[in-house]
């Protein structure tokens, strides 16, 4: 007994000893580059000529809802007369009804082209909600320190920015080695099928491999991630899939006063509360494991000890990551019924119901994996199961080993050399996903510093971005260009 009991003591000390040395050994992993000129911009013309843009109500198509063709017709003049330089030395081609790609030629043929991509079209607001505003949404008002107004965040603020970075080059006599395209689709909100989808297609046609693609995506934080006083920029490494499940059962309608033993709502209702009750598997991998691996040195001494031992602390890392549904999304394919369809009469049994189960999946997942777990958890033939038409696959995960990746984490560091810069996954659908059969490099991040209660105000009211923070923005891209495409 006591030679077991010695053995145990003398396993925990190893254990101990190796958990305070990787403790001890988990160093920053965050570059210093050198200084870079910082460009110079006036921040309130800057405002302004976002302001303006704003106005433009820009309104993604949906169904029984045409898109607004005068307005996006004007966007593009605001455009044409705003950016003088960058429509008088680049090769604009319109793209379908609205969108447009832009071709910025470099002086090296040889290498392969970058991308910044954005969109030109806006989420609705509900109607009703414009009182809720501070400022109308579509009035691009400049107040507070802030230009108010919907798109600002998502994603018009992004197109200008890239476009105010192009025309102070342009202006400064820069030329980039590289060549670069501004591609900009006017229908991302509702799928990207006629603008981003329309633009890879084009570029697959022409033979053309990209180094590298930014699209909006993470953004910088500021007190979201536990144990981190600085700000984080989160650049999206990879996004979730997506596909939404239909669940049909036909039952026997009639009056309710002699029902059978099991009716179609009980049906579908004991389906859903299966498939609820039987979330698919956790996984820590990719963008969202490499967050705590990037972050983790800066954290305090406990949370060190936590992060530099995943390989023993996992378990309990991802159980604390599920009890909250921001993180939750982070580490599973999601499981959310959104619609649950049956009756319309309390006493009449309804001959059919139907519920839309929506799964945001996971890299390492798929839309048949999917639909597998479905299928095994519901079990009841009774259950029919099909798809919604819009689906798509996870992306695949760009590196963050490549020069692509240097350049925009240096680029970064550079503008913001306060802030610490990791990779994470992208939880919600981007038109960048179109592009990852163009490009091993596909990063997805807007660089603007945002509080924790500024997130909802993306697609919610209020929509609104700091003057400041946006001459911030038009900086990164300039210095960007300057380092990806030297």
Known sequence: MKRLLLSVALGVSLLVVVLVVRTLTFRSRQVVPEPATALTVDAEALASRLSGALRLKTVAASEGTPA???????????????????????????????????????????????????????????????????????????????????????????????????EALLAAGEKPRRTVLLAFGA?????????AVVIAKLLQERGVRLESVLDEGGVITSGTV????????????????????????????????MPPPSTAVGVLASAVSR???????????????????????????????????????????????????????AVRTTTAVTVFQGGVK???????????????????????????????????????????????????????TSESWRELERSLRQVFPEVLVSPYLNVAATDSRHFVGLSDNVYRFFPVLLQREDLPRIHGKDERIAVTAYAQAVRFYAQYLRNAAR
Do not use: C
Not at 369 to 383: N, P, W
């Open 68 to 166: 607004d063709d005068a307005a996006f017709e004007a966007l593009h003049s605001y455009l044409r007369e705003h950016f003088p330089r960058v429509h008088a030395e680049l090769k604009r081609e319109p793209v379908g009804a609205h969108s447009v790609l832009y071709t910025w030629r470099g002086t090296d043929a040889s290498l392969r082209p970058m991308m910044l991509l954005g969109h030109l079209d806006v989420v609705p607001v509900t109607p009703g909600t414009e009182e809720a505003w501070a400022h109308p949404p579509f009035d691009g008002v400049v107040a507070d320190g802030f230009v108010w107004g919907r798109g600002a965040l998502d994603d018009k603020g992004s197109v200008l920015a890239q476009l105010e970075a192009v």
């Open 187 to 195: 229908d991302e909100e509702v799928g990207g099928q006629a603008g």
């Open 226 to 257: 536990p144990g981190v006083s600085a700000p984080v920029a989160l650049v999206g490494t990879s996004e979730k899939g997506f596909v939404s499940v239909v669940l049909t059962v036909k039952g026997e309608g009639g009056h309710s006063s």
């Open 275 to 329: 498939l609820e009750a039987a979330p698919m598997s956790t996984r820590l991998q990719g963008g969202s494991r490499e967050l705590f691996t990037r972050v983790g040195p800066e954290m305090p001494f406990g949370m060190r000890l936590l992060f530099a031992n995943l390989w023993l602390t996992e378990p309990l890392v991802v159980s604390q990551l599920t009890a909250r549904p921001t993180t939750n999304a």
């Open 346 to 400: 309390d006493n009449v049994l309804p001959p059919s119901a139907r519920a839309v189960v929506n799964f945001r999946i996971l890299p390492g997942d798929s839309v048949d994996s999917v639909l597998a777990h479905v299928k095994a958890t519901v079990d009841d033939a009774r259950v029919e199961v099909g798809t919604l038409d819009f689906q798509s696959e996870p992306s695949p995960v760009s590196p963050t």
